[in-house]
């Protein structure tokens, strides 16, 4: 019997979360590894609200990964999904620098910067809906900015879904940190710094969007400061 209620209760879990996503790995590194195991591993449901504790990392259950992951700056580095980026939005993906060991740090305080983001396309004339080119993507590939300092980092990725986004509290979030180790970095001096949360109210034009509004959206603003390229 026992057996049977756990074979059916996980059965039931894959149906009703097929459609959703969570970010487990970098590169090539193991599922949980190096990316801070997410409050939603199992559910694979969002954050609603930028402002609680689970929009930094979304671990406040889950605590430290158990590896750091090398790569020199100037590199690309692939955030990876467990399925796809299944609702129409938007990425932003930010660093902070640990003072010490980046297993230890929690990310507190204005210490994040954005150095990758893809945004929303809304034609101009109003004639066509927006398009989202991170809809469907199992990934995202970005570089690790070249005059970065070395050191050690959490790399903050977020996808703001924004089917349901026509009002307050709307977007959904989906959000993951892997600790890091820049090598070869430069001198740059990264920024804007924010604190996450901080960085947004939740009533920016693009966190309160609605793709499918009529008349259509004619832009669309991405949220958060402009990207540090180093
Ligand atoms: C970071 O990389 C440097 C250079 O390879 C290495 O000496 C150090 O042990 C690494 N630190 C971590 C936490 O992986
Ligand atoms: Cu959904």
């Known amino acids: 019997m026992h057996l049977t209620s756990v074979v059916a209760a996980g059965l039931l879990s894959v149906s009703t979360v097929s459609a959703h996503y969570c970010w487990p790995a970098v590169d090539n590194t193991a599922d949980w590894n190096v990316v801070r195991r997410t409050d939603n591993f199992e559910t694979r449901n969002p954050v609603k609200s930028v402002t609680e504790a689970n929009f930094r990392c979304f671990n406040a259950a889950g605590g430290k990964a158990p590896n750091v992951y090398t790569i020199a700056a100037g590199n690309k580095i692939t955030f990876k999904t467990d399925n796809q980026l299944y609702h129409p939005g938007v990425v932003n993906v930010y660093m902070a620098k640990a003072p010490g060991n980046v297993v230890d740090f929690d990310g507190s305080g204005n210490v994040w910067f954005k150095v990758y983001q893809i945004t929303a ?3 101009p004339s109003g004639t066509n809906y927006p398009t989202f080119p991170a ?3 199992k990934e995202i590939t970005f570089t690790i900015p070249k005059n970065v300092p070395s050191g050690q980092y959490l790399l903050r990725t977020e996808h703001i879904a924004l089917h349901d986004a026509y009002y307050f509290g709307g977007a959904q979030y989906y959000i993951a940190c892997a600790q890091i180790n820049v090598t070869g970095g430069g001198s740059g001096n990264p920024g804007p710094l924010v604190a996450i949360p901080g960085v947004y109210t939740g ?10 509004s009529y008349p259509k959206p004619t832009s669309y603003i991405q949220p958060g400061p402009a990207v540090w390229t180093g």
């Open 121 to 123: 396309n809304a034609d």
């Open 203 to 212: 009533r920016e034009p693009g966190i309160i969007f609605d793709p499918f």
């Open 135 to 137: 809809e469907g993507l």
